[in-house]
């Protein structure tokens, strides 16, 4: 089994559009929650987690419920290097927080497990990199420049590096799919709302399509 969390409901909505069928409609910590089959996959799809905290609860429940191979954190990203484009979706190999300070005795940079992936990998061209996360949207330049200076990330977010730390506690594989609809900065709030109801939905969308055709096989 596969679990899917999107930070919002629309980010994994192709995911719920390609399910050939529905075995479970309920709810896990007053979220909505539907488990499925895509292609061959049974997979677990929920939303609504802001921030790390929120994060770390509803990966930790759906992995003390379900008990899945892999958790995928799929949604959206502001960018911290100028030759990424919008619309680019970046594959984290690494999660850091980037506002947890002073680390001491703690791994730098978050490493979970990612066999499974090595398949979706090939069949896409993400960009692959260091994720950051933390608890704030970054809408100054400043912020965003200290970011990338101690963290090197691709791109920012409030979920990645959480999900990833569970995963890593759990021995669970996983995986954090982000789209880019801005640049980390004082013009992410309104590049974010320009681009978010375009581009939101396509780390779904290219999940969706592997899963379709695609035994995605974890644990070996």
Do not use: W
């Amino acid at each position: 089994m596969i679990a899917v969390v999107g930070v919002l409901p629309q980010e994994i909505k192709p995911l719920m559009e390609a399910l050939s069928h529905k075995l479970e409609v309920t709810e896990v910590i007053r979220r909505p929650l539907v488990r499925g089959i895509i292609g061959q996959n049974e997979i677990v799809l929920t939303s609504g987690c802001v921030g790390k905290i929120e994060t770390a609860a509803l990966v930790q429940c759906l992995i003390d419920r379900y008990k899945p191979m892999a958790v995928i954190c799929i949604g959206a990203a502001g960018a911290l290097k100028s030759n990424i484009s919008i619309g680019s979706v970046i594959a984290g190999t690494g999660y850091m927080e980037y506002d947890f300070y002073p680390r001491v005795n703690v791994d730098l940079i978050l490493e979970p497990k990612q066999r499974c992936f090595s398949d979706f990998f090939e069949k896409n061209d993400f960009i692959y990199g260091i994720v950051a996360s933390g608890d704030k949207f970054i809408s100054t330049d400043l912020e965003a420049k200290k970011i990338f200076e101690s963290t090197s990330a691709l791109c920012v977010d409030m979920d990645s590096a959480a999900g990833a730390k569970v995963c890593i506690e759990n021995e669970v594989e996983f995986l954090s799919l982000k789209v880019v609809v801005d640049f980390a900065g004082s013009k992410a709030v309104e590049q974010y709302i320009e681009n978010h109801q375009k581009y939101g939905t396509k780390p779904a969308i290219l999940l969706a399509e592997y899963l379709s055709g695609n035994l995605l096989i974890c644990g070996g």
